[in-house]
């Protein structure tokens, strides 16, 4: 080989790890599940892509906050995703992409999705209401986080919960959770 280019080889592979963009996950839509097939953490659910399910329940489940691993999956309803991505990513979201889904008894297709710009379908901003949550929370609201609230009850949110139509199991749903679902149904299609 010219000595020439194996200089320039040997300087790129000396200064390549500076250069190197982490990887971003690939992430499709068939990895989203019937939210009763994902852990329950309190009122939402969690998963992990990378198989590190342990470490995203240690990150849920630290009672003073912690940045969640990468592979980490989020569910609070069928429709809106939180996917954590290797650190680097997207530093303006600590790495979280974000997700809005259409979910049917055929599984769930992608809406949109990405990292700044990502709207519910209430054109909501995802990051600008996730990012009010105090640092240690790694931008996961729940109540008393700091980010402004949804304008669903816990009642609401169970019911959207049980509902969700990728599951092959229906729950049974009370009367009252009936009542509610009637209400609800206008805004969940
Ligand atoms: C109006 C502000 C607002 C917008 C817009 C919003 N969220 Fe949230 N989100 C919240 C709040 C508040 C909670 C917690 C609700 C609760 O637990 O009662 C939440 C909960 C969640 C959760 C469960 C984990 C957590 O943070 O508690 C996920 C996942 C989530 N949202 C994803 C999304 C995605 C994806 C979008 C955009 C498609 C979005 N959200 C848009 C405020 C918002």
Not at 17 to 41: G, K, N, R, Y
Not at 66 to 95: F, I, R
Not at 119 to 126: A, V, Y
């Amino acid at each position: 080989m010219n000595r020439h280019l194996m200089l320039a080889g040997l300087l790129m592979a000396l200064l390549s790890p500076l250069h190197a963009q982490p990887t971003a996950l690939d992430i499709e839509a068939t990895d989203f599940d019937c939210l009763s097939e994902m852990t329950p953490v309190r009122g939402f659910f969690i998963d992990n892509l990378n198989g590190d399910l342990e470490a995203t329940q240690a990150a849920a489940e630290a009672p003073k906050g912690a940045t969640y691993p990468a592979g980490s999956v989020v569910q609070l309803v069928p429709t809106e995703v939180m996917v954590k991505h290797p650190k680097g990513v997207s530093p303006a979201t600590n790495d979280w992409e974000f997700f809005e889904l259409k979910v049917s008894d055929a599984g769930s297709e992608i809406v949109t999705r990405g990292f700044e710009d990502v709207k519910n379908r209430f054109g909501g901003n995802c990051l600008e209401c996730h990012a009010k949550a105090e640092p240690q929370w790694d931008m996961i609201c729940e109540t008393g986080h700091g980010c402004d609230p949804i304008p669903l009850t816990g009642a609401m949110i169970k019911v959207v919960q049980k509902v969700d139509p990728r599951c092959e199991q229906t729950q049974p749903l009370s009367e009252a959770e009936r009542q509610l679902l009637d209400h609800l149904k206008p805004f969940l299609q």
